[in-house]
């Protein structure tokens, strides 16, 4: 992917917009598909609650739909989870898989972020595995050390399904909502050293996106560089102005 012959560019809204915000952004976005190059690849990734409508708005335009998180079992009486087979049945085409807010705000392991990784794979989705240091374990000069354990603990003996993507995501966690995005050298060091990881792992050569403070005036330095493949874009992403400002950018 390194020709950027596809730039895939995943917002994630969170928990920022509610049932109706959800659905008139989505419908925003869908009518702006002319401004949208086909070298795009574009995913929303909208609260479980306005799911649905938001996939049915964007389903049109072409641009995909992911959910946040799921749950590894298929069925039960897990009160208050949503399956990852629920998830593909209500159209979804991804899902994150150990975005940094659910290992350290929900205290994820790597062994359920593995579990999660399993089923949503089963499901027939794919998932977007996501990795990244704090900013106590890059001070303390940890941070090959961290991804690469995120990175075996996914990964180690799994079977790839033929003809699906492998995506993974850099999530530094010292810059997610806090302005401080990575340097755009140090991005590509460490999206290079992930895609060495995983090729050894795996024999797969993945998709790498970066994820961290992205917004229109820094995408441009991400994505010039040849192992970024694509962000993840989460509060920029969740404003019509900021996104559609994040396209041109990309344009």
Same mark, same amino acid.
């Given at each position: 992917?390194?020709?950027?012959?596809?730039?895939?560019?995943?917002?994630?809204?969170?928990?920022?917009?509610?049932?109706?915000?959800?659905?008139?952004?989505?419908?925003?976005?869908?009518?702006?598909?002319?401004?949208?190059?086909?070298?795009?690849?574009?995913?929303?990734?909208?609260?479980?609650?306005?799911?649905?409508?938001?996939?049915?708005?964007?389903?049109?335009?072409?641009?995909?739909?992911?959910?946040?998180?799921?749950?590894?079992?298929?069925?039960?009486?897990?009160?208050?989870?949503?399956?990852?087979?629920?998830?593909?049945?209500?159209?979804?085409?991804?899902?994150?898989?150990?975005?940094?807010?659910?290992?350290?705000?929900?205290?994820?392991?790597?062994?359920?972020?593995?579990?999660? /990784? @399993? #089923?949503?794979?089963?499901?027939? $989705?794919?998932?977007?595995?996501? &990795? *990244?240091? +704090? %900013?106590?374990?890059?001070?303390?000069?940890?941070?090959?050390?961290?991804?690469?354990?995120?990175?075996?603990?996914?990964?180690?003996?799994?079977?790839?399904?033929?003809?699906?993507?492998?995506?993974?995501?850099?999530?530094?966690?010292?810059?997610?909502?806090?302005?401080?995005?990575?340097?755009? /050298? @140090? #991005?590509?060091?460490?999206?290079? $050293?992930?895609?060495?990881?995983? &090729? *050894?792992? +795996? %024999?797969?050569?993945?998709?790498?996106?970066?994820?961290?403070?992205?917004?229109?005036?820094?995408?441009?330095?991400?994505?010039?560089?040849?192992?970024?493949?694509?962000?993840?874009?989460?509060?920029?992403?969740?404003?019509?102005?900021?996104?559609?400002?994040?396209?041109?950018?990309?344009?």
């Amino acid at each position: 992917m390194s020709d950027k012959s596809k730039i895939y560019l995943f917002a994630n809204w969170k928990m920022y917009l509610d049932y109706d915000e959800s659905n008139i952004l989505a419908n925003a976005i869908a009518g702006k598909k002319k401004n949208i190059p086909k070298s795009v690849k574009m995913a929303i990734f909208p609260s479980a609650l306005a799911l649905y409508p938001v996939g049915q708005a964007l389903n049109d335009a072409g641009i995909s739909l992911g959910a946040q998180n799921v749950y590894w079992e298929e069925k039960g009486g897990d009160t208050g989870e949503v399956s990852a087979k629920m998830y593909k049945e209500a159209g979804c085409e991804y899902a994150l898989v150990g975005h940094s807010e659910r290992r350290h705000l929900f205290h994820e392991t790597n062994h359920e972020v593995r579990q999660k /990784l @399993e #089923a949503v794979l089963s499901a027939d $989705l794919t998932p977007v595995i996501c &990795v *990244g240091e +704090t %900013g106590k374990e890059r001070k303390e000069n940890r941070t090959e050390e961290v991804t690469e354990i995120q990175i075996r603990a996914a990964f180690h003996n799994i079977v790839w399904p033929k003809n699906r993507e492998l995506i993974v995501a850099y999530e530094p966690v010292w810059a997610i909502g806090t302005g401080k995005n990575c340097d755009p /050298l @140090e #991005a590509q060091r460490m999206h290079e $050293l992930i895609k060495k990881q995983i &090729v *050894g792992l +795996t %024999g797969i050569s993945p998709v790498i996106l970066y994820g961290g403070s992205v917004k229109a005036e820094n995408v441009a330095q991400y994505l010039k560089n040849p192992a970024i493949n694509g962000v993840l874009v989460g509060s920029a992403s969740a404003n019509l102005e900021s996104w559609m400002n994040i396209v041109a950018a990309v344009r």
